[in-house]
């Protein structure tokens, strides 16, 4: 079994920044794309970012120039900076990764959730 586990998130003004982090630990071989999700009051959960093993990343048009995602392969643990921070970036920020526990089946990979963390950005 994989857990993945968030910190970081809490109350912050518009303007500001947050960094959130997220450490993957259990019965791991490599953890593959790392994701950020978000998910508002009354809304869908919407993809945020994303990291491929080899740093390549995407982000959410709403995002894009402002939060950065990042990972630390040795850590199994990716990151979001988050600067300019505005009231619709409130939500619960969920991670997100694929992971291959099989040692024999490279291609053999689960998909796993953080439990959230919370995001308020408010004045």
């Known amino acids: 079994q994989v857990q993945l586990v968030e910190v970081g998130g809490g109350l912050v003004q518009p303007g500001g920044s947050l960094r959130l982090s997220c450490a993957a630990s259990?019965?791991?071989?490599?953890?593959?794309?790392m994701r950020w999700y978000r998910q508002a009051p009354g809304e869908e959960r919407e993809l945020v970012a994303a990291?491929?093993?080899?740093?390549?990343?995407n982000y959410a048009d709403s995002v894009k120039g402002r939060f950065t995602i990042s990972r630390d392969n040795t850590e199994n643990t990716v990151y979001l900076q988050m600067n300019s921070l505005k009231p619709e970036d409130t939500a619960v920020y969920y991670c997100?990764?694929?992971?291959?526990?099989?040692?024999?089946?490279?291609?053999?990979?689960?998909?796993?959730w953080g439990q959230g963390t919370q995001v308020t950005v408010s004045s």
């Open positions: 997100n990764a694929d992971v291959q526990s099989d040692p024999l089946s490279y291609y053999k990979l689960r998909n796993y």
């Open positions: 259990g019965s791991i071989v490599s953890v593959r794309a």
């Open positions: 990291i491929t093993s080899g740093g390549s990343a």
